[in-house]
C-alpha cells in the first residue's frame, strides 16, 4: 500500500509506513488466498515491521486479484500514507473478519504535494490493500465479512 508508518505516534494511533518493491505482477508462489464477501484475492502478507514499512511503495501495479494484508499483533487504529506509491489503492481496515472501515481511491501523490494520511475510525487487526476502484465495483461495505489466514 503505502508506507506502513512504524509507530511513529501522532497523538491519533500509530501511524505506519509501507512500501514493497516488488515485480510489476506477483507470481501465485508465495501467496496467500483472502476472500472478501466471496471474492478471492492472491495477498503477499506483512507480518513483520520490516513488511509493513516496506508495504507496497515503489511497485508499478497490482493485478487485479491481488492485495497485500497487513497483519499486526493487536487491535489499534492504524494510519497509512501513499508515500512513493505509484498507483491509486482501496485501503481496508478488517477486525475479527469484518471490514470495519475503508479508504477509497486514495490517490498517488504527485510530485511536491503534500501526502495524505489516513487513519481508521475503528481499531482493526488488519488492513488489506488492493487497487483503486475495487471495493466499489465489488460492493464492498463496513460489516462485509473477511475470510484470511
Known amino acids: 500500500m503505502t508506507k506502513?508508518?512504524?509507530?511513529?505516534s501522532f497523538g491519533f494511533g500509530s501511524l505506519m509506513l509501507?512500501?514493497?518493491?516488488?515485480?510489476?505482477?506477483w507470481p501465485s508462489q508465495g501467496l496467500t488466498k483472502v476472500d472478501v464477501n466471496g471474492q478471492e484475492f492472491n495477498v503477499r502478507i506483512a507480518s513483520t515491521e520490516a513488511a509493513r514499512e516496506r508495504g507496497l511503495s515503489g511497485q508499478p501495479k497490482l493485478?487485479?486479484?491481488?492485495?497485500?494484508?497487513?497483519?499486526?499483533?493487536?487491535?489499534?487504529?492504524?494510519?497509512?500514507?501513499?508515500?512513493?506509491?505509484?498507483?491509486?489503492l482501496d485501503i481496508i481496515f478488517i477486525k475479527n473478519s469484518r471490514?470495519?472501515?475503508m479508504?477509497?481511491?486514495?490517490?498517488?501523490?504527485?510530485?511536491?504535494?503534500n501526502?495524505?494520511?489516513?487513519t481508521s475510525k475503528s481499531e482493526a487487526d488488519s488492513?488489506?490493500?488492493?487497487?483503486?476502484?475495487?471495493?466499489?465495483?465489488?460492493?464492498w461495505t463496513?460489516?462485509?465479512?473477511?475470510?484470511?489466514?
Open 4 to 8: 506502513l508508518l512504524s509507530k511513529i
Open 18 to 25: 509501507a512500501g514493497l518493491v516488488l515485480v510489476a505482477v
Open 63 to 88: 493485478a487485479d486479484n491481488q492485495g497485500m494484508l497487513f497483519r499486526f499483533e493487536k487491535p489499534g487504529k492504524y494510519s497509512f500514507w501513499m508515500k512513493d506509491m505509484l498507483f491509486a
Open 99 to 101: 471490514i470495519v472501515d
Open 103 to 113: 479508504a477509497v481511491d486514495m490517490p498517488a501523490p504527485k510530485k511536491g504535494e
Open 115 to 118: 501526502i495524505a494520511i489516513y
Open 127 to 139: 488492513v488489506l490493500e488492493v487497487n483503486a476502484g475495487t471495493a466499489k465495483k465489488l460492493g
Open 142 to 149: 463496513i460489516g462485509g465479512s473477511v475470510s484470511k489466514p
